[in-house]
């Protein structure tokens, strides 16, 4: 269901962002799931990528690092949250406790997370469902398994 | 429900850990939230406080905060997070997603965050309902109302 805008948001030029995110990541080495966070009209608040091996910090998820580096924010109601991969539990919680009404995540094939969750409590969630983004994160899981199970799938 | 150890865990002094911490955050300014995290054998791993204040952070909730000093670990399942306050959906979320398996909170009375849904997932969420942790934040609340209504009451 989206919002009354007066246009749609370009939704997959916000996901562009969160690729070009993700593929800094990899380019660093990192795991390649990036974010970002915009505004409804389209303008970008911040961005951030996984920085679990680049920081050794397993709390940087893509999702938490664009909303560190979005700062303090009065509200985040009407911010969109944009990220390659549906968001684990842990950046499912954030959305829900910062009250993001509206997330896009460009796949859910390879990890589902908590998105039934979030559709559950209300919030707007945009599967893109982007073969790039699967792409992207399978190879790399194909190639760094035991990065990919410390990072997400510990929980499983 | 109580895990089959030797010895129960000392949860009252783990938490007064967190209490130092929440009490150094209180003194630093912040909002005073602490948490620690232990191994069931009652040794510290690591311990955080609340930096939203500090480090202009809304990510660094106390429980986020001693995850990240923890560094990473192969498994959480063992380690025991405790904090002085009810963990939010967020921190919640950071419970779930990377199995721990016991929460000790100080109290459940100023915020409930998301302990219900942990019970229901089979956590161990032990609740110490402390006076002296509802004391500290209510006290808190009543003096900063506009940092505590930004940080974790924004959802509600």
Request: hydrophobic residues 40%; charged residues 25%.
């Amino acid at each position: 269901m989206l919002k009354a805008e007066h246009t749609t948001p370009d939704y997959a030029a916000m996901l562009r962002v969160a690729i070009e995110e993700a593929r800094a990541g990899l380019a660093e080495g990192g795991i390649p799931i990036g974010a970002a966070i915009f505004r409804a009209d389209g303008s970008l608040v911040s961005r951030g990528h996984n920085r679990r091996v680049q920081q050794d910090d397993p709390s940087i998820h893509g999702e938490t690092d664009a909303f560190r580096r979005a700062g303090r924010q009065k509200s985040y109601r009407d911010l969109i949250m944009v990220t390659t991969l549906a968001p684990c539990f842990y950046c499912s919680g954030l959305v829900r406790q910062f009250g993001f009404q509206t997330v896009v995540v460009g796949e859910s094939r390879t990890f589902q997370g908590g998105i039934e969750e979030l559709r559950e409590q209300g919030i707007n969630v945009i599967d893109l469902d982007s073969a790039e983004c699967v792409e992207m994160l399978t190879g790399y899981i194909s190639a760094r398994p035991e990065v990919w199970n410390e990072d997400i799938d510990v929980a499983e």
